[in-house]
Structures are given as structure tokens and as C-alpha cells.
């Protein structure tokens, strides 16, 4: 054929490739999901390019996606009318990954073939899923616009490389030719890809279809029954599933829904799926992944909602609708008050947006609220995911800071372990008597808060302590200064004023005195290198400590900034 080359696979995907088909064998069946859902969001793509470019559709506006065998060559197709590639465009997106962070992400895959499926799950597996099933593979894609003489044909064996050809197509879009494995000739059976389809892709919004062949003319019962010609028949529901109506949503298909617009493999935790009418009027549905994205902390993370308008797919990643500290929420947004040309400039000062935006942030934390109070062990695995992206919040978010806060978990003198898990209100439930504050300590690590003597007094009046080590924690307590009307106290600055009764009161101030002359010798030999040197109630076991005073910055704080060369 003509211009034939041969180009290798970027070296992640031919990693994906081996680990694919070895750790994604028992669910091998989602490869047809994977496909589907990529003819999906090519629709959905062709559409949004047609609203300023009618000419796109070439007379063929009626968008689908087929599925077709041909047994005697051992082949599924899954075939679709949207927008298709050109040759660039197959080398660039058949041939490599486009996610930044790629390649530090699979240099953490170990050779443990369940833990490394753990990490594809978490990485999404899409189009490469064909070679699950798949020995060989065969792509055929013409791009809207083009004549049929702009066709590409795209050949791999899903080893280390491919080859990309011109070819004629007639139709605008794009082929998926599968050359089924031996031992995979199920999927040429139209019931098991009717069932399939069914479990994975009734919320998809176009047709899949499948040819029903027509009947001859025949006698039934003395009468004549004439002939069916035959015909492509959809096999899904083919209705946006947040179009639909909440109570005839069943939970699979919330969770299938979650993968196809998420891209991501595994079930969410949580989700939110809200019609709003009135002033505003919008649909969201908004769901928490069961996990962290290898790239949650990678600031070229494309992140955000699918944005809809009025039904028609606009833009991936649409970032306005969120905040920073929510950045892991995945779903969608359908508006009315948007309007359809809207770009990413026209929604970055926008009165529409901002509006949504608030509320968008209110339903989450209302989501996360709901987890908290019902599903505790779900919350944890939740907060063990994400509790560090949402520590960015009382910072960023000044108007739910209360709300983020409880929301908040910590590890804490109460328990022996450095899992994250006393709520702040769990923590004042505990308060001992005329306890007004909320103590803390930030360390380097758990050990070195835990162990720290500034503790000491605190532990012998029975007052618990929260033991924070994370990098974030800093600067969360610096935003964070109460909670439910108590302020929070760094145990390592100025002056506890901790709870005390008479009797410790008196004793206080008699050592002060009796030992006056000491202190004074202390503050003489250690000159300008103190502000003070005072007699301490907070020791109990070390003989001496150092503290700041609260006008002062902490000592972790001078550490994080002479860390940073400042
Ligand atoms: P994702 O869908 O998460 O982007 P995939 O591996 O499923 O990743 O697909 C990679 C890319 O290949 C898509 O982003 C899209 O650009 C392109 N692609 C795949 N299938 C099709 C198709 N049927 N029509 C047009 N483009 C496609
Ligand atoms: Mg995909």
C-alpha cells in the first residue's frame, strides 16, 4: 500500500501492552467497553466541531457506532461515524500515551503481576485493550473533512511496533478490526456481545448497533408472512444516562458510566447526580474515584468536569468548575445558561461559572459530609486517597472552611498509630474539662511528633494532642486557626495557658520564684540566642525545651522556609 512505514510504540505502551494482556485476562470482556466508549466520545467530539461547521457531517449526521463479525476470518469490528484521525493523529495517539508523567509512572511498576494491575486500573487502559483479545489489530480512520482518498490504515500485532499506510475510505470515521485470538472466538458470538454491551455501554449516549439479518418470505398457519429486509438494530439504550431519571439509574450503571467518563477502570467510592431548575439550570453528575490518580500531584495534570451544554459535548477537562483542593472530582456538567460557543476564556470570568462553580463545590463537600456520617470505613479509604488534596482547602476555600475542616482527619495522642482518623469534632468530644483549645504538634514524622517531650504535660493531664507529619500540614495549620469557636494551639509555641487547677497554679508561681537566680544565669550564658528562659510546666521526663512565641513563626515553618532558600 501506498507511503507504508513502520514506526515502534513509545516504550510505556509497549510495557502497557505486555502487562496488559497478562494481568487483565479475568476481565478481558471490557476491551468491548473500552472501544465503544472511545466511538463515543469521537461522536460527541464530531458534534461539538459541526456546531460551527455543519459541512463536517457530509450529508452522514446520523452518528452510531456498529459491531460486526465476520466468523470465517475470526473478526469483531466496531465501526463508527465520528470524527476519525488523520495520519498524524493515529501515529501520535495509537502509538504513544498522552498523559504527563507517564514514564515516571510505570517506573514504579514492580513485575508483581497483581500489584502492577492495581497500577493499570489506576492508569486507564483504553484503546490498547484490543490486545487482550486481539493478536492483531487493524485501525481504519478517515478524519470529518477529508475526501476519501484521506484515509490511514494502522496495523499492529501489539508487540513493538506498527505500521501506518494511506488507504481510500469511503466513510468518514473509524474501524476497529480485531483478529480475535484462538482461544477468544466467543466475542464472535452475537449474544455474548449483545450481553456485554448491555453491562458495559447502555448510558451511551449514540446508537451501537448490530445487524439483524432479514427473514424470507414464509407460510405460517395458512398465511403468508412476507419477507424483512434486513437491518442494523441498536442494542443499547442509547439515552445519556444523567439525562435519565434518577430512580431508574441502577448503580452498575452509575458505575459504568463513572468509567466511561472518567476513563478510569475502577468503581468510584461516591457519586452525586443532581438536576438543578430554576435560575440556574443545570445537571451534574459528580463522582469520587475509589482511587488517586498516579498524577494527582503532577501540576500539568489535565484535570476537571466534562462540560456540556444544552446536551451537546463541549469540552474534557473543563478546570473552572472546580477547586484546586477538589481537583480528584470526575464527572460531568450539562448547562443551559452556558452558551454553546463557549471556549475556555469565555468561561474563566464568567458569572455563570462562578455561580456553578459554588455550587458544584457545595454538593461535594455535602457528598463527603454524607460519606463521613454513614460509611466511615468508606470515608477512611476515601481520606486515605485524597485527605492530603483536600488539607489545601481551609487555604484556598475560605468560605467552607468549616465545612472542609470537619471533614479533616489526624492522627492523635488517643491512639497508638499514625493512621489519619480523629475528626475535629471527635476530638472535642474528648476535651477534658475547662479545655478551651485544640492542641497540636507539626514534626517531621509521626515518631518525632509522637515522641516529642512538648507532649509530655499535656499526656499527664490527660489532654489529647493532634500528631501531624505531613508536608501539607504546615501550611493547613497556618490557614486553619479554629474550629467550632476553639482555637488551635501549636504545643511547640509560647505559653500553653493549659487547663490548671489552684493548687498548680500556686505551685507555679513558688518555683518561679525560688528559682529565679538560676534562670537569670541561664539567659546571662546563653545571651542573644534566647528571648526568654522560663520555668515549664509542660516537662515532665526531658529537662529542658524549646518553644516559640506565638507572635514568632514556628520552628517547623523556619525549617520549610530555610528548606526553600528563603
Ligand atoms: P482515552 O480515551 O482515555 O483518551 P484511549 O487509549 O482510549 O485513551 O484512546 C487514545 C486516543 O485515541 C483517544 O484520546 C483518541 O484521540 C484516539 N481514538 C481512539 N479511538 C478513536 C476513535 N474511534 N475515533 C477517533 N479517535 C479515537
Ligand atoms: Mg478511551
Redesign the pocket.
Known amino acids: 500500500s501506498v507511503q507504508q512505514e513502520t514506526h515502534g510504540f513509545q516504550t510505556e505502551v509497549s510495557q502497557l501492552l505486555k502487562l496488559m494482556t497478562h494481568s487483565l485476562y479475568s476481565n478481558k470482556e471490557i476491551f468491548l467497553r ?2 465503544v ?3 463515543a ?2 461522536a460527541d ?1 464530531l458534534r461539538y466541531r459541526a456546531l460551527s461547521d455543519a459541512d463536517l457531517y457530509q450529508g452522514d449526521g446520523e452518528l452510531r457506532v456498529r459491531l460486526s463479525v465476520d466468523t470465517d476470518a475470526g473478526t469483531l469490528t ?1 465501526s ?1 461515524n ?4 488523520t495520519r498524524d ?2 501515529i ?3 502509538g504513544t ?2 498523559k504527563s508523567g507517564t514514564a515516571d509512572f510505570f517506573s514504579q511498576l514492580s513485575g508483581d503481576a497483581a500489584k502492577d494491575s492495581q497500577l493499570i486500573g489506576q492508569f ?6 484490543a490486545f487482550i483479545v486481539a493478536d492483531k489489530v487493524t ?1 481504519r ?1 478517515r478524519a470529518a473533512g477529508f475526501d476519501a482518498d484521506a484515509g490511514v490504515q494502522w496495523e499492529s500485532a501489539g508487540e513493538g511496533d506498527f505500521t501506518v499506510a494511506n488507504i481510500e475510505k469511503p466513510q468518514r ?2 474501524d ?1 478490526i480485531l483478529h480475535l485470538r484462538e482461544e477468544e472466538k466467543e466475542f464472535l458470538d452475537e449474544w455474548r456481545l449483545k450481553s456485554i454491551i448491555g453491562k458495559y455501554s447502555d448510558h451511551i449516549s449514540i446508537p451501537v448497533e448490530m445487524w439483524q439479518e432479514g427473514e424470507p418470505e414464509r407460510e405460517e398457519g395458512g398465511e403468508t408472512i412476507p419477507a424483512t429486509e434486513g437491518q442494523w438494530q441498536p442494542v443499547n439504550k442509547a439515552t445519556a444516562l444523567w439525562t435519565r431519571n434518577k430512580s431508574d439509574i441502577s448503580d452498575e450503571e452509575y458505575q459504568e458510566f463513572y468509567k466511561h467518563v472518567a ?1 478510569d477502570f475502577e468503581d468510584p467510592l461516591a457519586w452525586a447526580h443532581n438536576r438543578v431548575e430554576g435560575k440556574q439550570e443545570y445537571t451534574s453528575l459528580l463522582y469520587i474515584p475509589g482511587r488517586a490518580p498516579f498524577d494527582l500531584w503532577n501540576r500539568e495534570r489535565q484535570q476537571g468536569l466534562k462540560l456540556y451544554v444544552q446536551r451537546v459535548f463541549i469540552m474534557d477537562d473543563a478546570e473552572q468548575f472546580m477547586p484546586q483542593y477538589l481537583r480528584f472530582v470526575k464527572g460531568l456538567l450539562d448547562s443551559n445558561d452556558l452558551p454553546l460557543n463557549v471556549s475556555r476564556e469565555i468561561l474563566q470570568d464568567n458569572k455563570v461559572t462562578q455561580s456553578l462553580r459554588t455550587a458544584l463545590t457545595k454538593r461535594v463537600l455535602t457528598m463527603l459530609e454524607r460519606m463521613a456520617a454513614n460509611d466511615a470505613d468508606k470515608y477512611q479509604k476515601f481520606w486515605g486517597e485524597f485527605g492530603n488534596v483536600l488539607k489545601e482547602g481551609p487555604a484556598e476555600d475560605y468560605a467552607n472552611k468549616e465545612k472542609i475542616a470537619k471533614l479533616l482527619r489526624f492522627a492523635s495522642t488517643h491512639s497508638d498509630s499514625s493512621a489519619e482518623t480523629v475528626s475535629l469534632e471527635e476530638y472535642l468530644s474528648r476535651a477534658i474539662e475547662g479545655q478551651e483549645k485544640i492542641y497540636y504538634i507539626v514534626a517531621d514524622s509521626y515518631q518525632a511528633a509522637k515522641n516529642s517531650p512538648h507532649l509530655e504535660l499535656l499526656r499527664k493531664k490527660g489532654i489529647e494532642v493532634l500528631l501531624m507529619s505531613e508536608r501539607i500540614d504546615e501550611w493547613l495549620m497556618s490557614h486553619l486557626t479554629e474550629f467550632d469557636g476553639k482555637q488551635f494551639v501549636s504545643v511547640t509555641q509560647g505559653d500553653l495557658q493549659l487547663p490548671e487547677s489552684d493548687e498548680e497554679k500556686a505551685e507555679a508561681e513558688k518555683q518561679a520564684e525560688e528559682h529565679q537566680a538560676l534562670l537569670s544565669r541561664f539567659k546571662a550564658s546563653l545571651g542573644d540566642k534566647v528571648k526568654e528562659v522560663k520555668i515549664s510546666q509542660r516537662l515532665t521526663d526531658s529537662p529542658s525545651c524549646i518553644v516559640t512565641s506565638e507572635q514568632d513563626m514556628s520552628s517547623q515553618m523556619v525549617k520549610m522556609m530555610k528548606a526553600m532558600g528563603q
Open positions: 473500552e472501544l466508549s472511545n466511538a466520545d469521537a467530539k466496531i463508527d465520528g470524527i476519525g484521525m493523529e493515529v501520535e495517539h495509537l500515551i498522552a486507564g487502559v483504553g484503546f490498547y485493550s485501525v480512520s470515521g473509524t476497529i476513563h
